[in-house]
């Protein structure tokens, strides 16, 4: 039988120049449909026909004019091309995959900015909470480093002599 590509590990994390110069219009959001027998590039024909593919279609997923990645579609038995309603069809699921990687992406930076305000909101509580405001700063300082996954965070204090600035931590 025809394998999917999803699990083809010689396939993932392979540099995109790797798949040939005729997949470059992908790059621009434009569709490209070939034969792999008419292929230029040696390499790509020979990727392909390992992959039992005849022909192809890609549509490109562009996120904010850039593209993410692209759908494809092979036909393993027969060589053709596509017609224009296949390709609609493929750059309407490219177009919709897109969309739904934005909302995710939009999902998860709103999430993130979330927790990063409530984050200050409890370091500022704690702040305006104690007396003296060096007594939570220690705990303030732990728990902003931790919101943003960095292995330091920190607090110097300047203080103004005569004749120069001394850092104090």
Not at 72 to 81: I, N, P, Q, V
Not at 133 to 139: A, I, K
Request: proline letters at 3%; a negative charge; charged letters at 25%.
């Amino acid at each position: 039988g025809i394998e999917p590509h999803i699990n083809d590990l010689e396939l993932k994390n392979k540099p995109f120049e790797s798949f040939g110069s005729e997949l470059k219009p992908v790059l621009q959001g434009k569709s490209v449909q070939e034969i792999t027998a008419t292929l230029t590039d040696e390499a790509f024909r020979a990727l392909n026909k390992a992959h039992q593919t005849l022909s192809y279609l890609v549509s490109p997923v562009m996120i904010d004019g850039e593209c993410a990645g692209f759908i494809g579609f092979d036909d393993c038995k027969s060589t053709r091309l596509w017609s224009d309603e296949e390709v609609k069809f493929q750059m309407g699921m490219a177009s919709g995959f897109a969309a739904a990687l934005q909302n995710n992406a939009n999902y998860k930076s709103a999430m993130y900015k979330t927790k990063l305000l409530e984050t200050n909101t409890r370091i500022v509580e704690k702040l305006l909470s104690s007396e003296d405001w060096r007594c939570p700063l220690e705990e303030s300082l732990a728990i902003m480093g931790t919101a943003v996954a960095v292995d330091r965070a920190y607090y110097f204090e300047i203080f103004e002599k005569a004749d120069s600035s001394v850092l104090f931590m």
